[in-house]
């Protein structure tokens, strides 16, 4: 007796749905970007009305906001404003809340419950760097973190995420990134009841992220343009041989990394403190409007082009910048008061935007592809035009013939990109520059790639800017 195959026969047609279906989920994963928010403190005595706040926010295109406290002049203000919130318990509530369960039940009821959802509170921020808390505030976290969770499902309120923001110094090591890992004394206490807690309820690691600090502390042995986000030659990680291009990736992977070393791979991270100050005391190094420009402008950019880090290249990053205002009344040296991207005035301290879709965008994704600049008279240089809600990709002229070389090969040959217009005689032929053309083809291949995560790289000798590059008469695609 014959025995009946065990091989399932698929239908054609099946197949093909299929593998579009696989195709389409990994463009979208490709194209995935994260998204940006702000931090609103208010420790000062000029700033302007909630109100006039949220306009702010409005008219900037700033749809995420994180709060220091649950102000009920604020929260009434953002009511209706579509603008997504986060709000914060205080430290110095943490024992309280740790202690009785119902105290945490009134707080959720009176801060959280009474503006939900008219105004759109996403997660609530557990403390703030409370292992560096000099009350000591430590013991009481992860108590306080499940009555406030606890709460919330009394009230059907599990959709807002509970978290607690941590400072780097949680790390015992962060450099190299792949060796990042938490102080034992910190471990077992407190950090892996955190995760587990995170993990059970679908929420995510919050992280603040100073890379002016580092820099700051070590600028003889740190480059500016790598805390920047600016073109350098990068950093090759020791441990993992992966390459970083910025300060801040490495930061944030010496976290993955530590949570990675006591088996917590599966929890995201949001970052939600960075930021750069535009003006410090003569000691503070790095503290200047032109670098905070260049760090948040740059940071912006990176992060709505859907970037993730080397060791979590697929992930969205999300970041708070912080600050929305300068706060006169925070204590410490010259540039606590100086991290805002507006004055109390509202008047922008420098020109940056907070979308990829806003017109008019100065932000200034890395130093132009080519060396021309105003005044040059061969038209070589990048636009200083702003295309709405455009990206592009240009070669890095730091990087090398060499690197420029085997980009254009694997571009215009493996990549597939359309590189008959720098053909002699063609119309992007001239200037005839390694860095001209290799910026063309680059952007060819991005293009054809739908801008995917990634795909601006070329081992280091590409970069995604927000400007129109142009090249004399050349003109570059922005799809296919």
Known sequence: MAMASSTSHTPTSLLILLSFLSLFCSLQAATAAGTVGVNYGRIADDLPSPAKVVELLKTQGINRVKLYDTSSDVLTALAGSGIAVTVALPNELLSDTAADQSFADDWVHANISQFYPATQIESIAVGNEVFVDPKNTTPFLVPAMKNVYNALVKHNLTSIKISSPIALSALQSSYPASSGSFKPDLIEPVI????SFLNQTGSYLMVNAYP????????????????????NSGVVDSGN????????????DAVYAAMSAIQYDAVKMVVTETGWPSLGDSDEVGASQA?????NGNLVNRVLTGNGTPLR??????????ALFNENKKPGPTSERNYGLFYPSEQKVYDITFTTSSSGSNNQAAPP???????????EGVSKASNSGQTWCVANGKAGEEKLQKGIDYACGEGGADCRPIQEGATCFDPDTLEAHA???????????Q????????????YVVTQAPSYGKCEFPTGY
């Open 192 to 195: 892996k009841p955190m995760l």
């Open 212 to 231: 002016f600090f580092a820099y700051e502390a070590n600028a003889d042995q740190i480059s500016l343009d790598y805390a920047l986000f600016k073109p």
């Open 241 to 252: 041989g992966l390459k970083y291009y910025s300060l801040l990736d490495a930061q944030l």
């Open 291 to 295: 670098n905070a420009q260049s760090y």
């Open 313 to 322: 290249p697929n992930e969205p990053l999300d970041v708070f910048l912080f």
């Open 369 to 379: 592809a080519a060396s021309g600049g105003e005044g040059d008279d061969d038209g």
């Open 439 to 449: 910026s063309y083809a680059f952007n060819s291949y991005y293009q054809k790639q």
């Open 451 to 462: 801008r995917g995560t990634g795909t601006c790289d070329f081992g280091g000798a590409a």
